[in-house]
């Protein structure tokens, strides 16, 4: 298929690269070297990367953002797996509505949410208490989009109806059909979707920042006013844990995970 | 009678996520429209009006500025990375590393991003002193990397992975007999790019470009942490707006320049959304 547009080949392509590398590589490896200085410029040291445990805000704000994962990860799961499922089978009539839904996060910024997420919110802490954690909620609505795009992938893959109409005629409920026959054929989606997800909530700022909640990007600004190395060695380990969780996930689904079109809200993260 | 009874059981599964919906993402919509238009209950347009100020103007103009500029080189250096990416064999390990790099690239926004910039090119970054002590060339300068023109840098770092991922799958879903058929016609290479492949490509290209924007456009992350006071830019001043209100004695006027971006990234996302339909016409 390449073929149709011949490019360069050999050393040529190789050259044209070189500047691309630098320039994705060099801030990457300036982090490193930047987060292991010693003040006096002689040799090196761990204490910015010790920082990490050894500091009490920090290390209770990386325990409050993996929190944030995994109670993302499980309400996305929950709200979005069986209601997919359900479309599928039984409701293909509301199948543009649900796309349309999940994707609306794309274009509406996590900036214009948190602005008017203020009633709403004043209602969550009433009734679950004000706990960084209860931000779980607007980011299951954050990480909808990567979400429904991973499990609509494996969903499409497999003939979800038959597979369905198998079980109920050898006497499965619907819970048994979806747990034990759909769920484990859409495997590789789900866990493209819960990785998507992990990565986004860990390094999401915007919300956190504007509600006034401590996660880990929060914190990460607050001691990069004062301390450098320690901002740039957390940052530079939530990238490299992000990184490992979406390389591993690209060679275990063997294929790109799925686009990020947008704002990220960015994802930026959530967002740029 | 039964089909009516039957549709309500059918729908009754998915009330959950529609309900969730609603409130964690439909509300918070329509409270920053609401806010907009109406101070404690009352419907008026000054704040709306508010947006004509020459702060709110000036910091939409150089958040538009902000997005075109990354949008336009990061769509041009994307469509080059692309380029070289399926001059490869689409199976080479080589592809699938960097389409793979790029698109953890592409995620890697926020306050990470800013912390990488500021230890190349800060105050004491790695490629400042590099050139400090080799050149004498003061890279840093007055600190542009925290100015509207740092931002272009930063920004362009997540914009060109973002383009390869938008913009390969057109790229790749050029055909051969395309080329073949242009070839055995007489045609040249360059005239097949102008007259063949340029054509195909461009609503894929400029859909890209215009997703880009909206990309750079809603970001905040990066920006926040980078710029710590002063709003340059609409999301900065979104900030200032929530965080100082009551001093600025203009409550609400948050809800207005939220309501401003929803505008400006829905237009781009409706035209993002015609040109994907036109390139889909096609593709595959």
Redesign the interface.
């Known amino acids: 298929?390449?073929?149709?547009?011949?490019?360069?080949?050999g050393w040529k392509?190789a050259l044209?690269?070189v500047p691309?590398a630098i320039?994705?590589f060099?801030?990457?490896?300036?982090?490193a070297?930047?987060?292991t200085r010693t003040p006096t410029g002689q040799g090196r040291t761990l204490q910015g990367w010790r920082n990490l445990v050894a500091d009490d805000t920090l290390y209770s704000a990386i325990l409050i953002s993996l929190g944030l994962a995994v109670l993302t990860v499980a309400l996305m799961l929950l709200?979005?797996v069986?209601?997919m499922i359900?479309?599928r089978l039984?409701?293909p009539w509301?199948t543009r509505i649900?796309e349309f839904?999940c994707l609306?996060?794309?274009?509406?910024?996590?900036?214009?949410?948190?602005?008017?997420?203020?009633?709403?919110y004043l209602w969550v802490t009433w009734i679950f208490g004000d706990s960084a954690l209860t931000l779980a909620?607007?980011y299951?609505?954050l990480v909808l989009p990567y979400a429904y795009r991973a499990i609509d992938g494996s969903l499409s893959s497999i003939d979800v109806k038959t597979l369905s109409e198998a079980a109920r005629s050898l006497g499965a409920g619907w819970g048994t059909t979806i747990m034990r026959v759909v769920v484990p054929n859409i495997w590789s989606g789900i866990l493209s979707a819960a990785f998507?997800s992990i990565?986004?909530v860990l390094?999401?700022?915007?919300i956190a920042?504007?509600a006034g909640y401590q996660n880990l990007?929060v914190v990460?600004?607050a001691i990069?006013?004062a301390d450098?190395m320690t901002?740039?060695a957390a940052?530079?380990a939530?990238?490299l844990f992000?990184?490992v969780l979406?390389?591993v996930l690209?060679?275990v689904t063997g294929r790109?995970?799925d686009?990020?079109?947008?704002?990220?809200?960015?994802?930026?993260?959530?967002?740029? | 009678m039964t089909a009516t009874r039957g549709s309500v059981r059918n729908a009754l599964p998915l009330v959950p996520f529609f309900v969730f919906l609603v409130i964690f993402l439909i509300i918070p919509t329509l409270t920053v429209i609401n806010g907009s238009v109406s101070t404690n209950g009352t419907y008026n347009l000054d704040k709306i009006r508010a947006l004509g100020d020459s702060a709110a103007l000036g910091a939409l103009g150089k958040s538009v500025l902000l997005s075109a500029v990354t949008a336009v080189i990061g769509a041009v250096l994307g469509a080059v990375l692309s380029w070289l990416i399926v001059s490869s064999a689409p199976t080479s390990v080589f592809r699938r590393v960097v389409t793979s790099i790029c698109s953890v690239l592409a995620q890697f926004g926020g306050v990470a991003l800013a912390f990488a910039f500021i230890a190349t090119i800060g105050y004491s970054g790695v490629l400042t002193n590099w050139f400090r002590t080799s050149s004498g060339i003061d890279l840093y300068g007055t600190g542009w990397l925290y100015s509207v023109t740092g931002l272009m840098l930063v920004y362009t770092y997540f914009q060109i992975p973002l383009m390869v991922i938008v913009f390969l799958p057109a790229l790749e879903g050029l055909r051969v007999q395309w080329r073949e058929a242009a070839v055995s016609l007489g045609a040249t290479s360059r005239q097949y790019w102008t007259q063949v492949a340029g054509p195909l490509l461009a609503p894929a290209f400029l859909g890209a470009t215009l997703l880009l924007f909206a990309n750079s456009f809603a970001a905040y992350a990066t920006a926040a942490a980078l710029v710590s006071q002063g709003n340059p830019i609409l999301p900065l001043m979104i900030r200032t707006a929530m965080t100082s209100e009551v001093v600025l004695g203009q409550a609400g006027f948050a809800y207005a320049l939220a309501f401003e971006m929803i505008i400006v990234v829905a237009i781009i996302m409706v035209g993002y959304g015609l040109l994907v339909r036109r390139t889909s016409r096609w593709l595959r």
């Open positions: 298929m390449s073929a149709a547009t011949t490019g360069p080949s392509r044209l690269l691309f320039f994705f060099l801030p990457l490896y300036a982090m070297d930047f987060s709200l979005l069986p209601t359900w479309v039984r409701a509301a649900i839904l609306l996060p794309l274009t509406i910024p996590a900036l214009v949410i948190v602005v008017g997420m203020r009633d709403v909620f607007v299951t609505v998507i990565a986004v390094g999401e700022y915007t920042s504007l990007q990460i600004v990069g006013k450098g901002a740039v940052s530079l939530t990238l992000g990184f979406l390389l690209s060679v790109r995970p686009s990020p079109t947008a704002p990220e809200p960015a994802t930026e993260g959530s967002t740029p």
